[in-house]
């Protein structure tokens, strides 16, 4: 079946170090996969997106990685601030529709 | 502007109650969304709408109903309200629909729904 998974449901940082989620995805035939964050209170926030036909993109401070082969997305955080502090979902669209993971909390220390 | 926006952002009811959420956006996309986020905030959808077709999650009990008085606008109605029903609910759009395209929801910062 389709099913978006985290490895990890809670990341703890110092503060100005790079942060690493990692999320597993099912559906080899997604094609377009999104990173979310939401601080307590929010909804999901747009953080970057990826197509399937790309491996890297690049946004400020943050950068998504897609691994087809193994399906398996990545979100960096360079220089991890206390404003990143909140859990982070990946999404994989499948059908039309956006199947989110699990999320990860990333806690930050100052 | 807040580009997608909820009323009302709590909402307390009694069991059996009927109840609705409203959602507006105003970023001129043509599909919107209705999320139901858990206690471990799993977000889930349970409907995708634009104005030519309603896709519903089978999960979904028919006591819950999107409509849809415009392009802009998607509110829920909930019928006969259970304990179960307690949870965040969230409400989204985009440009495009299905793989007319692949753009990000935008989401509104969600309405907390508490049944007692």
């Known amino acids: 079946g389709e099913s978006v998974g985290l490895h990890l449901p809670t990341l703890s940082v110092q503060e100005g170090d790079n942060s690493i989620i990692n999320c597993a995805y099912s559906?080899?035939?997604?094609?377009?996969f999104i990173w979310y964050k939401q601080e307590s209170g929010k909804g999901p926030q747009f953080i970057i997106d990826?197509?399937?036909?790309?491996d890297k993109r690049q946004g400020q401070r943050v950068t998504v990685l897609l691994n087809k082969t193994v399906k398996h997305l990545s979100l960096q955080i360079a220089a991890t601030q206390p404003g990143d502090s909140a859990v982070y979902f990946c999404a994989e669209k499948s059908g039309g529709n956006l199947i989110f993971g699990k999320g990860t909390k990333l806690s930050v220390k100052p | 502007d807040t580009a997608v926006s909820q009323t009302p952002k709590y909402l307390v009811t009694q069991m059996g109650n009927d109840k609705s959420i409203k959602c507006e956006q105003n970023l001129g996309h043509d599909t919107m969304y209705w999320y139901k986020q858990d206690s471990k905030k799993f977000l889930k959808i349970m409907f995708s709408y634009n104005n030519k077709e309603l896709i519903i999650n089978e999960t979904v009990p028919n006591r819950f109903s999107p409509k849809s008085p415009d392009k802009a606008h998607l509110n829920l109605h909930i019928n006969s309200l259970e304990l179960g029903d307690s949870a965040v609910y969230f409400c989204?759009?985009?440009?495009?629909?299905?793989?007319?395209?692949?753009?990000?929801?935008?989401f509104g910062d969600g309405t907390r729904l508490s049944i007692l």
């Open positions: 989204a759009s985009s440009q495009g629909w299905g793989g007319a395209g692949n753009q990000p929801q935008h």
């Open positions: 990826i197509r399937s036909n790309m």
């Open positions: 559906n080899s035939a997604s094609d377009y």
